[in-house]
């Protein structure tokens, strides 16, 4: 049977083209329509990446060991994070308010919430995560009815883990590559989180407004000193 011009428009046409083309014919009904199946699609696209990010780490700790973990996320944070915080403009040297913006701007569009409070000190974005988080309020660790072991629980205590007994192997790209590697190319951490230990938590960031003047307990919980003062 062959497929008709409806078959092949949903197969070929994105459904946020359908949503532009909607719009511009006045029928909203179906611009909300086409919208809910577009997130809908990509969220389904980004829950199968991190599923398959979380299991390639999972094999790659069994396997190899944990600091093999590490490693792995090293090498990704070389090639393609690095070159964002040391960019033509130093992360560090944005405001807070900046920095805070573009951290939970990208949170929420992981799927995430976002509530934000602030003192003199810092801002606190506190996130319903949609990738990590996700995983945790899922029992994606825990071994399921089945028998199939769940993803790895990183144990080995160390700044992978944020000097913590135990951290889902998903958030360790939180610690080496937003922290560990940040502190070791200029000094400070993009961001200090702390990641749900059980399910139902949010993740937490702390933005602080001064990168220079750190607490040392910043540095202390993923292995590093702070820097020298110039």
């Known amino acids: 049977m062959a497929l008709d011009d409806d078959a092949l428009r949903a197969m070929t046409v994105p459904a946020w083209e359908q949503a532009r083309e909607a719009l511009r014919a006045g029928d909203l009904a179906a611009v909300e329509a086409h919208l809910d199946e577009a997130v809908e699609r990509v ?60 951290i939970a701007r990208a949170m929420v569009a992981n799927g995430g919430t976002c509530e934000v409070t602030e003192d003199d000190e810092k801002i606190v974005l506190a996130f319903r995560c949609g990738s990590g988080g996700a995983l945790i309020d899922e029992d994606r660790y825990e071994d399921d009815a089945r028998g199939k072991p769940g993803y790895l629980m990183l144990r080995e205590r160390s700044g992978r883990t ?14 080496v590559n937003n922290e560990m590697q940040p502190i070791e190319w200029d000094g400070a951490p993009s961001t200090v989180e702390f990641p749900p230990e059980r399910p139902g938590e949010p993740c937490v960031h702390h933005v602080y407004r001064d990168p220079s003047a750190l607490p040392a307990a910043v540095f202390a919980r993923v292995g590093k000193t702070p820097p020298e003062a110039p």
């Not at 969220?43 to 396997?63: D, H, M, T």
């Not at 944020?162 to 610690?175: E, I, M, N, Q, T």
Request: glycine share 6%.
């Open 43 to 102: 969220r389904s696209l980004q829950q199968y990446s991190v599923n398959w990010i979380a299991s390639l780490l999972s094999f790659v700790g069994r396997e190899l060991g944990e600091e093999a973990v590490e490693r792995a996320l090293r090498a990704t944070g070389e090639e393609f994070v690095r070159p964002r915080r040391t960019g033509a403009v130093p992360w560090a040297s944005l405001p807070a308010e900046v920095r805070a913006r573009l």
């Open 162 to 175: 944020f000097g913590r007994d135990a951290l889902p192997v998903y958030c360790a790209h939180c610690s």
